[in-house]
Protein backbone atom coordinates (compact mmCIF):
# COMPACT_ATOMS: atom_id res chain seq x y z
CA UNK A 1 0.00 0.00 0.00
CA UNK A 2 1.68 3.50 -0.88
CA UNK A 3 0.13 5.26 1.82
CA UNK A 4 -0.80 4.72 5.50
CA UNK A 5 -3.09 6.54 6.48
CA UNK A 6 -4.36 4.69 9.48
CA UNK A 7 -3.77 7.54 11.54
CA UNK A 8 -6.63 9.32 10.56
CA UNK A 9 -8.94 6.64 11.39
CA UNK A 10 -8.83 6.63 15.15
CA UNK A 11 -11.48 8.26 17.04
CA UNK A 12 -11.42 12.06 18.03
CA UNK A 13 -13.50 14.07 21.08
CA UNK A 14 -14.59 17.33 22.23
CA UNK A 15 -16.43 17.95 24.61
CA UNK A 16 -20.01 15.97 23.56
CA UNK A 17 -18.47 15.68 19.91
CA UNK A 18 -17.22 12.36 19.64
CA UNK A 19 -16.03 11.06 16.41
CA UNK A 20 -15.09 8.26 14.88
CA UNK A 21 -12.24 9.38 12.55
CA UNK A 22 -10.74 12.74 11.13
CA UNK A 23 -12.36 12.67 8.44
CA UNK A 24 -14.85 15.51 7.62
CA UNK A 25 -16.82 16.81 5.30
CA UNK A 26 -16.41 20.03 3.93
CA UNK A 27 -18.68 22.64 4.14
CA UNK A 28 -20.39 23.11 0.29
CA UNK A 29 -23.05 24.81 -1.42
CA UNK A 30 -25.08 22.59 -3.53
CA UNK A 31 -28.40 24.82 -4.29
CA UNK A 32 -31.26 22.27 -3.91
CA UNK A 33 -33.21 23.44 -1.35
CA UNK A 34 -36.92 23.11 -2.09
CA UNK A 35 -38.56 26.55 -1.62
CA UNK A 36 -35.76 27.25 1.37
CA UNK A 37 -36.11 23.90 2.74
CA UNK A 38 -33.70 20.89 3.16
CA UNK A 39 -35.38 17.88 1.35
CA UNK A 40 -34.78 14.14 1.70
CA UNK A 41 -32.73 14.06 -1.28
CA UNK A 42 -29.87 15.96 0.79
CA UNK A 43 -30.70 13.43 3.74
CA UNK A 44 -29.60 10.79 1.65
CA UNK A 45 -27.19 12.76 0.18
CA UNK A 46 -25.34 13.63 3.38
CA UNK A 47 -26.16 9.91 4.37
CA UNK A 48 -24.33 8.43 1.61
CA UNK A 49 -20.87 10.27 2.66
CA UNK A 50 -21.10 8.75 6.25
CA UNK A 51 -21.79 5.58 4.82
CA UNK A 52 -18.85 5.43 2.56
CA UNK A 53 -16.60 6.66 5.72
CA UNK A 54 -16.62 10.20 6.81
CA UNK A 55 -17.01 10.81 10.48
CA UNK A 56 -18.34 14.42 10.42
CA UNK A 57 -20.70 16.09 8.23
CA UNK A 58 -20.66 20.11 8.31
CA UNK A 59 -23.57 20.91 6.05
CA UNK A 60 -23.59 23.24 3.58
CA UNK A 61 -24.29 26.71 4.60
CA UNK A 62 -27.41 27.59 6.12
CA UNK A 63 -29.44 31.09 6.23
CA UNK A 64 -29.85 32.10 9.53
CA UNK A 65 -33.21 34.32 10.71
CA UNK A 66 -32.48 37.54 9.05
CA UNK A 67 -34.59 39.26 5.94
CA UNK A 68 -31.19 39.66 4.41
CA UNK A 69 -29.14 36.22 5.36
CA UNK A 70 -29.70 34.09 2.05
CA UNK A 71 -27.71 34.76 -1.46
CA UNK A 72 -28.64 32.26 -3.71
CA UNK A 73 -31.38 30.39 -4.74
CA UNK A 74 -31.37 27.11 -3.11
CA UNK A 75 -29.49 27.91 0.09
CA UNK A 76 -31.72 26.34 2.66
CA UNK A 77 -32.45 28.15 5.71
CA UNK A 78 -32.29 27.35 9.59
CA UNK A 79 -35.28 28.80 11.43
CA UNK A 80 -38.94 28.32 11.45
CA UNK A 81 -40.77 24.76 12.00
CA UNK A 82 -40.71 23.58 8.84
CA UNK A 83 -36.96 24.24 8.04
CA UNK A 84 -36.14 22.48 11.59
CA UNK A 85 -37.92 19.53 11.13
CA UNK A 86 -36.29 18.76 7.97
CA UNK A 87 -32.99 19.72 9.40
CA UNK A 88 -33.81 17.12 11.95
CA UNK A 89 -34.65 14.49 9.54
CA UNK A 90 -31.02 14.98 7.80
CA UNK A 91 -29.35 14.79 11.58
CA UNK A 92 -31.26 11.65 12.14
CA UNK A 93 -30.38 10.51 8.89
CA UNK A 94 -26.28 10.88 9.65
CA UNK A 95 -26.70 9.64 13.25
CA UNK A 96 -28.39 6.40 11.60
CA UNK A 97 -25.46 5.52 9.98
CA UNK A 98 -22.71 6.03 12.67
CA UNK A 99 -21.58 9.93 11.58
CA UNK A 100 -21.76 12.98 13.53
CA UNK A 101 -23.43 16.37 12.02
CA UNK A 102 -23.04 20.30 12.65
CA UNK A 103 -24.99 22.74 10.95
CA UNK A 104 -23.17 25.50 8.98
CA UNK A 105 -24.50 28.82 10.05
CA UNK A 106 -24.39 31.56 8.11
CA UNK A 107 -25.19 35.31 6.97
CA UNK A 108 -24.64 36.48 3.38
CA UNK A 109 -23.69 39.93 4.32
CA UNK A 110 -23.01 42.22 1.31
CA UNK A 111 -22.91 39.05 -1.41
CA UNK A 112 -26.00 39.30 -1.08
CA UNK A 113 -27.89 41.34 -4.08
CA UNK A 114 -31.57 42.17 -3.73
CA UNK A 115 -33.84 39.99 -6.42
CA UNK A 116 -32.98 37.02 -4.35
CA UNK A 117 -35.39 35.50 -2.17
CA UNK A 118 -37.20 34.82 -0.01
CA UNK A 119 -37.10 38.10 0.64
CA UNK A 120 -36.49 39.64 -3.00
CA UNK A 121 -36.55 43.43 -2.58
CA UNK A 122 -34.03 43.49 0.13
CA UNK A 123 -30.30 44.80 -0.58
CA UNK A 124 -27.37 43.18 0.86
CA UNK A 125 -26.24 44.41 4.36
CA UNK A 126 -22.77 44.83 5.54
CA UNK A 127 -20.58 46.97 7.77
CA UNK A 128 -21.18 49.84 5.74
CA UNK A 129 -23.17 50.95 2.49
CA UNK A 130 -21.85 50.57 -0.91
CA UNK A 131 -23.08 51.82 -3.93
CA UNK A 132 -22.49 51.05 -8.03
CA UNK A 133 -23.41 53.59 -10.83
CA UNK A 134 -24.77 56.01 -8.17
CA UNK A 135 -27.57 53.31 -6.53
CA UNK A 136 -26.81 51.91 -2.97
CA UNK A 137 -27.06 47.98 -3.60
CA UNK A 138 -25.76 47.58 0.22
CA UNK A 139 -27.05 48.51 3.21
CA UNK A 140 -24.98 49.43 6.05
CA UNK A 141 -26.34 47.81 9.41
CA UNK A 142 -27.41 50.11 12.15
CA UNK A 143 -26.57 48.81 15.59
CA UNK A 144 -30.31 47.64 16.88
CA UNK A 145 -30.08 45.36 13.59
CA UNK A 146 -26.34 44.25 14.30
CA UNK A 147 -28.21 43.09 18.18
CA UNK A 148 -31.05 41.53 16.38
CA UNK A 149 -28.43 39.46 13.54
CA UNK A 150 -26.02 38.31 17.19
CA UNK A 151 -29.60 37.08 18.65
CA UNK A 152 -30.20 35.04 15.35
CA UNK A 153 -27.08 33.51 15.20
CA UNK A 154 -27.75 32.41 18.63
CA UNK A 155 -31.33 31.00 18.32
CA UNK A 156 -29.76 29.19 15.37
CA UNK A 157 -27.33 27.65 17.15
CA UNK A 158 -29.73 26.52 20.18
CA UNK A 159 -32.04 25.12 17.61
CA UNK A 160 -28.90 22.99 16.04
CA UNK A 161 -28.65 22.19 19.67
CA UNK A 162 -32.19 21.11 19.83
CA UNK A 163 -32.72 19.17 17.15
CA UNK A 164 -29.93 16.75 17.72
CA UNK A 165 -26.55 18.13 16.17
CA UNK A 166 -23.17 17.49 17.30
CA UNK A 167 -21.73 20.85 16.80
CA UNK A 168 -22.42 24.38 15.00
CA UNK A 169 -20.57 25.97 13.05
CA UNK A 170 -20.14 29.43 12.45
CA UNK A 171 -19.32 30.65 9.28
CA UNK A 172 -17.14 33.75 9.88
CA UNK A 173 -14.81 32.71 6.52
CA UNK A 174 -15.00 33.72 2.81
CA UNK A 175 -16.07 37.67 2.66
CA UNK A 176 -19.10 36.77 4.00
CA UNK A 177 -20.87 39.06 6.81
CA UNK A 178 -18.90 38.19 9.85
CA UNK A 179 -15.66 37.99 7.50
CA UNK A 180 -16.56 41.49 6.22
CA UNK A 181 -16.76 42.96 9.65
CA UNK A 182 -13.37 41.17 10.35
CA UNK A 183 -11.50 42.25 7.34
CA UNK A 184 -10.17 46.11 6.59
CA UNK A 185 -10.74 46.49 3.56
CA UNK A 186 -14.73 46.11 4.10
CA UNK A 187 -15.04 47.81 7.27
CA UNK A 188 -14.70 51.22 7.48
CA UNK A 189 -17.24 52.06 10.77
CA UNK A 190 -15.93 54.29 12.72
CA UNK A 191 -17.96 53.00 15.80
CA UNK A 192 -17.30 50.04 18.33
CA UNK A 193 -17.61 47.79 15.55
CA UNK A 194 -15.10 49.53 13.09
CA UNK A 195 -11.86 50.44 13.11
CA UNK A 196 -8.59 48.91 14.88
CA UNK A 197 -8.39 44.94 14.55
CA UNK A 198 -9.75 44.48 18.32
CA UNK A 199 -13.34 46.32 16.75
CA UNK A 200 -13.48 44.87 14.21
CA UNK A 201 -13.10 41.76 15.94
CA UNK A 202 -16.75 42.65 18.27
CA UNK A 203 -19.01 41.50 15.87
CA UNK A 204 -17.72 38.22 15.52
CA UNK A 205 -16.56 37.71 19.15
CA UNK A 206 -20.62 39.03 20.44
CA UNK A 207 -21.62 36.15 18.21
CA UNK A 208 -19.75 33.61 19.46
CA UNK A 209 -20.47 34.92 23.00
CA UNK A 210 -24.13 34.43 22.56
CA UNK A 211 -23.90 31.34 20.91
CA UNK A 212 -21.97 30.00 23.83
CA UNK A 213 -25.06 31.36 26.18
CA UNK A 214 -27.69 29.67 23.98
CA UNK A 215 -25.89 26.61 24.22
CA UNK A 216 -24.98 23.78 26.70
CA UNK A 217 -21.26 23.84 27.98
CA UNK A 218 -20.20 20.70 26.06
CA UNK A 219 -22.08 21.70 22.82
CA UNK A 220 -18.71 22.84 20.84
CA UNK A 221 -18.57 25.73 18.71
CA UNK A 222 -16.88 25.84 15.30
CA UNK A 223 -15.64 28.66 13.77
CA UNK A 224 -14.50 28.73 9.98
CA UNK A 225 -11.99 31.67 9.08
CA UNK A 226 -10.14 32.17 6.22
CA UNK A 227 -8.20 34.55 4.47
CA UNK A 228 -9.46 34.04 0.97
CA UNK A 229 -12.46 35.56 0.12
CA UNK A 230 -14.93 34.01 -2.92
CA UNK A 231 -13.59 37.27 -5.19
CA UNK A 232 -10.43 37.75 -4.25
CA UNK A 233 -7.74 34.55 -3.45
CA UNK A 234 -5.40 36.59 -2.40
CA UNK A 235 -6.57 38.59 0.12
CA UNK A 236 -5.33 38.85 3.68
CA UNK A 237 -7.49 39.38 6.82
CA UNK A 238 -4.18 38.67 9.19
CA UNK A 239 -1.84 41.22 7.29
CA UNK A 240 0.63 39.56 9.82
CA UNK A 241 0.91 36.81 12.49
CA UNK A 242 1.32 39.33 14.93
CA UNK A 243 -2.62 39.90 13.81
CA UNK A 244 -3.74 36.78 13.55
CA UNK A 245 -2.45 35.98 16.87
CA UNK A 246 -4.58 38.72 18.48
CA UNK A 247 -7.59 37.08 16.02
CA UNK A 248 -7.22 33.78 17.33
CA UNK A 249 -6.75 34.57 21.24
CA UNK A 250 -9.95 36.93 20.87
CA UNK A 251 -11.90 34.25 19.15
CA UNK A 252 -10.62 31.77 21.65
CA UNK A 253 -11.45 33.48 24.79
CA UNK A 254 -14.81 34.29 23.53
CA UNK A 255 -15.79 30.38 23.35
CA UNK A 256 -14.61 29.11 20.07
CA UNK A 257 -13.80 25.13 21.11
CA UNK A 258 -12.75 24.33 17.18
CA UNK A 259 -11.10 26.34 14.86
CA UNK A 260 -11.95 25.13 10.96
CA UNK A 261 -9.22 27.07 8.99
CA UNK A 262 -10.28 27.29 5.25
CA UNK A 263 -7.35 27.44 2.94
CA UNK A 264 -7.06 26.76 -0.68
CA UNK A 265 -4.33 24.25 -0.56
CA UNK A 266 -3.78 22.82 3.01
CA UNK A 267 0.00 22.40 2.92
CA UNK A 268 1.14 25.80 2.24
CA UNK A 269 3.04 28.34 4.10
CA UNK A 270 0.89 30.87 5.89
CA UNK A 271 3.20 33.94 5.47
CA UNK A 272 6.07 34.42 3.72
CA UNK A 273 8.39 34.42 6.70
CA UNK A 274 8.11 31.01 7.78
CA UNK A 275 6.86 27.56 6.65
CA UNK A 276 3.65 27.07 9.66
CA UNK A 277 0.49 26.57 7.43
CA UNK A 278 -2.62 28.54 8.80
CA UNK A 279 -3.74 25.59 10.24
CA UNK A 280 -0.89 24.71 12.18
CA UNK A 281 -0.37 28.48 13.61
CA UNK A 282 -4.17 28.06 14.51
CA UNK A 283 -3.12 24.80 16.37
CA UNK A 284 -0.04 26.53 17.96
CA UNK A 285 -1.50 29.69 19.01
CA UNK A 286 -4.84 28.27 20.66
CA UNK A 287 -3.86 25.20 21.64
CA UNK A 288 -7.38 23.88 20.66
CA UNK A 289 -8.74 21.51 18.02
CA UNK A 290 -8.14 22.89 14.48
CA UNK A 291 -9.77 21.09 11.34
CA UNK A 292 -7.50 21.47 8.46
CA UNK A 293 -8.72 22.11 4.75
CA UNK A 294 -7.70 22.61 0.86
CA UNK A 295 -6.85 20.00 -2.11
CA UNK A 296 -6.82 16.92 0.02
CA UNK A 297 -6.72 14.30 -2.45
CA UNK A 298 -6.70 16.81 -6.06
CA UNK A 299 -4.50 18.52 -8.27
CA UNK A 300 -5.31 22.16 -7.99
CA UNK A 301 -7.51 24.73 -5.57
CA UNK A 302 -10.72 25.37 -5.77
CA UNK A 303 -11.15 27.90 -8.77
CA UNK A 304 -14.39 30.01 -9.01
CA UNK A 305 -14.42 30.98 -12.59
CA UNK A 306 -15.77 34.68 -13.25
CA UNK A 307 -19.26 32.77 -15.23
CA UNK A 308 -19.91 31.10 -11.68
CA UNK A 309 -18.41 27.43 -12.78
CA UNK A 310 -16.28 25.59 -10.49
CA UNK A 311 -12.98 24.47 -12.33
CA UNK A 312 -12.32 20.66 -12.25
CA UNK A 313 -9.48 19.06 -10.96
CA UNK A 314 -7.57 15.55 -10.91
CA UNK A 315 -7.08 13.02 -8.37
CA UNK A 316 -3.60 13.82 -6.70
CA UNK A 317 -2.45 11.31 -3.74
CA UNK A 318 -1.26 14.27 -1.75
CA UNK A 319 -1.91 11.72 1.60
CA UNK A 320 1.80 11.35 2.48
CA UNK A 321 2.05 15.18 3.73
CA UNK A 322 -1.46 15.03 4.98
CA UNK A 323 -0.38 11.92 7.19
CA UNK A 324 2.94 13.63 7.89
CA UNK A 325 1.45 16.93 9.15
CA UNK A 326 -1.50 15.32 11.05
CA UNK A 327 0.97 12.96 12.88
CA UNK A 328 3.42 16.61 13.58
CA UNK A 329 0.31 17.75 15.45
CA UNK A 330 -0.31 20.80 13.31
CA UNK A 331 -4.03 19.57 12.57
CA UNK A 332 -6.66 17.16 14.41
CA UNK A 333 -9.05 17.02 12.10
CA UNK A 334 -9.19 17.08 7.78
CA UNK A 335 -12.04 18.16 5.86
CA UNK A 336 -12.59 17.08 2.30
CA UNK A 337 -14.63 18.79 -0.36
CA UNK A 338 -14.62 17.83 -4.36
CA UNK A 339 -13.59 14.84 -3.30
CA UNK A 340 -16.17 13.63 -0.96
CA UNK A 341 -18.46 15.59 -4.13
CA UNK A 342 -17.02 13.29 -6.85
CA UNK A 343 -16.21 9.79 -4.25
CA UNK A 344 -18.70 9.74 -1.64
CA UNK A 345 -16.85 6.58 -0.26
CA UNK A 346 -13.43 8.57 -0.47
CA UNK A 347 -12.72 8.52 2.88
CA UNK A 348 -12.93 4.30 3.05
CA UNK A 349 -11.37 4.06 -0.49
CA UNK A 350 -8.29 6.09 0.99
CA UNK A 351 -8.43 3.75 4.40
CA UNK A 352 -8.54 0.07 2.51
CA UNK A 353 -6.25 1.67 -0.40
CA UNK A 354 -8.41 1.35 -3.41
CA UNK A 355 -6.95 4.29 -4.94
CA UNK A 356 -6.79 3.62 -8.65
CA UNK A 357 -10.70 3.50 -7.86
CA UNK A 358 -10.87 7.39 -6.99
CA UNK A 359 -12.49 9.43 -9.50
CA UNK A 360 -11.66 13.16 -10.49
CA UNK A 361 -13.82 16.42 -9.80
CA UNK A 362 -15.26 18.30 -12.55
CA UNK A 363 -17.78 20.84 -12.58
CA UNK A 364 -20.75 18.31 -14.35
CA UNK A 365 -20.79 16.63 -10.75
CA UNK A 366 -22.54 20.06 -9.24
CA UNK A 367 -25.05 19.46 -11.76
CA UNK A 368 -27.23 16.28 -9.38
CA UNK A 369 -27.04 15.89 -5.77
CA UNK A 370 -25.98 11.95 -5.70
C1 LIG B 1 -19.50 23.44 -4.67
C2 LIG B 1 -18.83 24.07 -3.47
C3 LIG B 1 -19.59 24.76 -2.55
C4 LIG B 1 -19.00 25.33 -1.42
N1 LIG B 1 -19.79 25.93 -0.46
C5 LIG B 1 -19.25 26.33 0.71
C6 LIG B 1 -20.08 26.74 1.80
O1 LIG B 1 -21.32 26.72 1.74
N2 LIG B 1 -19.47 27.14 2.94
C7 LIG B 1 -18.10 27.16 3.08
O2 LIG B 1 -17.59 27.56 4.13
N3 LIG B 1 -17.30 26.73 2.07
C8 LIG B 1 -17.84 26.28 0.93
N4 LIG B 1 -17.02 25.75 -0.07
C9 LIG B 1 -15.57 25.59 0.19
C10 LIG B 1 -15.29 24.18 0.76
O3 LIG B 1 -15.84 24.02 2.04
C11 LIG B 1 -13.79 23.89 0.85
O4 LIG B 1 -13.20 24.74 1.80
C12 LIG B 1 -13.07 24.05 -0.48
O5 LIG B 1 -13.78 23.41 -1.52
C13 LIG B 1 -11.65 23.50 -0.42
O6 LIG B 1 -11.69 22.12 -0.15
P1 LIG B 1 -11.41 21.04 -1.35
O7 LIG B 1 -10.15 21.50 -2.00
O8 LIG B 1 -11.29 19.74 -0.62
O9 LIG B 1 -12.58 21.12 -2.28
C14 LIG B 1 -17.60 25.21 -1.22
C15 LIG B 1 -16.84 24.52 -2.18
C16 LIG B 1 -17.43 23.94 -3.27
C17 LIG B 1 -16.58 23.17 -4.24
Redesign the pocket.
Known amino acids: MPYDSSALFTPFSCGKLQLPNRIVM?????NFADNWLPTSEMAAYYRRRVEGGTGFI?S??TAIDHRASNAYEG?PIFYGRAALAKWKHIVDQVHEVGGKFAP?I?HAGPERRAGIGPDYGELGVGPVDAFEGGERIIRGLEKPEIHKIIESFAQAAHDAEMIGSDAV?I?G??GYLIDKFLWHRSNQRTDEYGGALKNRLKFAVDIVRAIRGAVSDTFPVIF?F?QWKVDDYSAHTALTKHDLATIIQTLSDAGVDIF?V?????WEPAFSDGPETLAHLFKKLSGKPVIA??????SR??ILAPSGQ?IG?ETKLNLDRLVFSFQNGEFDLC???????ANPDWANNVRYGRFESLKP?TAEL?KELY
Open positions: APMTRIECVQWEHAHRSHSTRRFVGSIGLPLFAAVGRSLLFL
